[in-house]
């Protein structure tokens, strides 16, 4: 069998969808026939260190023979690849980021990877234009998909009621996530990145973009209820980062609030095991892979109510309203160290991830490629 994948995103994005992308391909080439191939169809060869990383074994890359022509490479994303599909016989093809050329349905069975539909849930959190081009990509691809991936229960069900379509077209299969944050880190690296940023104090960890639907606000809101406790803040500034200084200075807890930007996945890795609890109040998610990464290391989650993310963080985690900071920092109490809910939520989370190890995520998308696949 020969399997196309969407691979733009694999091949430029270092995080997020690239990080689903590439980690889906490469327990997939592990888990295909000696015989299958996975085809990655992109406009240009991407970034090179990402290039490096993101072809597999089992895998090729395609480009289109004018990828230097910024015009052309968007005409094929949306239309041009087909003809590409068509000519290297590909069996079925998998549109990983909620996006399939316009025509594919014609030439070949397309699966559907929707991620979240928070532009349709939440337009206010979108501009105008941005809306228009994710409604109008999201109505075209579900027109064009023979079977559709929901990431969570709550996608899917965002699908159903926005997109009208029918539950029997919907698979929900979980994003599996990297196990890199889940290995022990050197107790000199720890005690250098916490001198570094001068983390003297149990420290509450968000990590995301720092914007208002993340809602990393409500953490520094708890503060006042929390004693010796700081909150890290990692993740790209928005303006909504200038709303959470401000609050800081107001509430007197501007010495505790980090916020980090660019830092190095080896930072990250070191604050995921300094750290004493993740935070994480968003208001709305598809998925939240932080929630895995920050189990993945051994900490206990605290997080909102109100989408999917009881789904990521299971029984284990508590949960409270991302509009209620005393409720989150008491929350966070029962998961600080000598907390009566630490122990049997880092248990129980360690137990948990194990649903999203990469292969058995590969081989449930594996089945669907079978199913619709000629």
Not at 94 to 107: C, D, R, T, W, Y
Request: glycine content about 8%.
């Amino acid at each position: 069998m020969k399997i196309g994948v969407d691979a733009r995103k694999i091949l430029r994005n270092a995080t997020g969808l690239g990080n689903y992308g590439r980690t889906l391909v490469c327990n997939m080439s592990e888990l295909i026939a000696d015989n299958d191939r996975l085809l990655l169809f992109s406009p240009d060869e991407g970034k090179p260190a990402l290039k490096a990383i993101s072809i597999p074994q089992k895998g090729e890359l395609v480009v289109p023979t004018n990828s230097s022509i910024p015009l052309y490479k968007r005409w094929w994303q949306l239309k041009g690849m087909v003809k590409d599909i068509r000519k290297h016989e590909v069996n079925v093809f998998h549109g990983l980021n909620a996006e399939l050329p316009k025509g594919i349905s014609k030439v070949v069975p397309a699966i559907l990877t929707v991620h979240d539909l928070i532009f349709l849930h939440h337009p206010e959190w979108y501009k105008p234009i941005d809306r228009w081009l994710y409604t109008r990509r999201f109505y075209n691809a579900i027109n064009e998909a023979t079977h559709i991936i929901a990431i969570s229960e709550c996608t899917k069900r965002d699908i159903i009621e926005y997109g009208k379509v029918s539950e029997e077209k919907i698979s929900v299969i979980y994003q599996s996530c990297s196990t890199r944050f889940a290995a022990p880190v050197d107790v000199s690296l720890k005690h250098k990145v916490r001198e570094k940023y001068h983390l003297t104090n149990d420290f509450i960890l968000f990590v995301g973009t720092i914007e208002e639907r993340k809602n990393a606000l409500e953490i520094v809101e708890a503060l006042p209820y929390l004693e010796g406790v700081d909150a890290v803040i990692v993740g790209r500034r928005t303006p909504y980062a200038d709303r959470i200084e401000a609050k800081a200075m107001e509430l007197g807890v501007a010495g505790r609030v980090h916020l980090l930007s660019g830092i190095d996945d080896e930072t990250l890795h070191a604050l995921y095991h300094s750290a004493a609890v993740f935070g994480y109040p968003s208001r709305y998610e598809g998925f939240g892979i932080p929630i895995i990464e920050a189990m993945e290391a051994s900490l206990p989650v605290v997080a909102a109510t109100g989408s999917c993310l009881e789904e990521a963080g299971g029984k284990g985690s508590l949960y409270v309203s991302p509009d209620d900071p005393k409720a989150f920092a008491e929350a966070i109490k029962h998961m600080l160290p000598g907390g009566n809910r630490r122990e049997q939520a880092i248990c129980e989370g360690l137990e948990y991830v194990k649903k999203f190890d990469g292969k058995k995520v590969a081989q449930q998308v594996i089945d669907i490629y079978n199913r619709y696949g000629k």
